[in-house]
């Protein structure tokens, strides 16, 4: 009887282990969705702007805006977020913590669907920055505007629930709204965040 017991028993974890590996906890990207999440990033200018440096803080809204499109590993979801950023700190050179508040009200991100947990993405950002100072120093700007594409993932820790990390190529520019607009062509940004998924 030991031994019926304890195969039951076997089985038991057998399938439990099966059917967790089985579940899909990204279902909530594979439809239209509501969701909010909390981020923190950090960069660095490229090139001949190596001595730039970006730390934000934030939040974001977001929704995925159709159902599965396509197929094969192409197949995803169009999603549609914006970002609050109340606290953005940029060091540039010897011109050291201009506190600044950034919105990206447009990030378009293309989700590939195919994973159980792991869902990459592709995105397109648009946003401004306000600065407590001109930026970069001298007579150019408090106002500066930031694109640039970028790649990352979401990790579906449970369902409902998930972690995401993206790299960013970031353009950073007056666009000459100030006598003189140096800017940063190119910087990397890395980004963190934790994201709710509305049932």
């Known amino acids: 009887m030991n031994t019926v017991l304890g195969r039951i028993f076997f089985l038991s974890l057998i ?5 967790a590996a089985a579940q899909d906890d990204a279902a909530a990207i594979r ?60 060091h540039w050179g010897d011109y050291k913590n201009v506190y600044s508040v950034s919105v990206n009200p447009l990030v378009m991100k293309w989700n590939f669907t195919r994973g159980k ?35 990352g993932f979401n990790y579906f820790v449970k369902p409902y629930r998930s972690v995401n990390f993206d790299f960013r190529a970031t353009h950073f520019s007056n666009a000459s709204l100030g006598d003189h607009n140096p800017g940063v062509n190119a910087s990397l940004q890395i980004s963190i965040g934790y994201n709710w998924w509305k049932h």
Not at 15 to 19: D, G, K, L, V, W
Not at 123 to 143: M, R
Request: hydrophobic letters at 40%; a negative charge.
């Open 31 to 90: 439809r239209e969705h509501w969701n909010f999440g909390v981020l923190a990033s950090g960069g660095s200018g490229l090139f001949d702007r190596d001595d730039v440096q970006f730390s934000r803080a934030g939040v974001r809204v977001g929704r995925v805006m159709t159902g599965e499109l396509g197929s094969g590993v192409f197949r995803g979801t169009f999603e549609l977020d914006s970002e609050i950023i109340p606290v953005e700190v940029i």
């Open 117 to 151: 947990k792991l869902i990459p993405y592709f995105l397109a950002q648009g946003g401004c920055t306000w600065s407590a100072h001109n930026v970069p120093p001298g007579d150019t700007s408090h106002f500066n505007f930031t694109s640039g594409p970028g790649v």
């Open 15 to 19: 399938f439990s282990a099966a059917a």
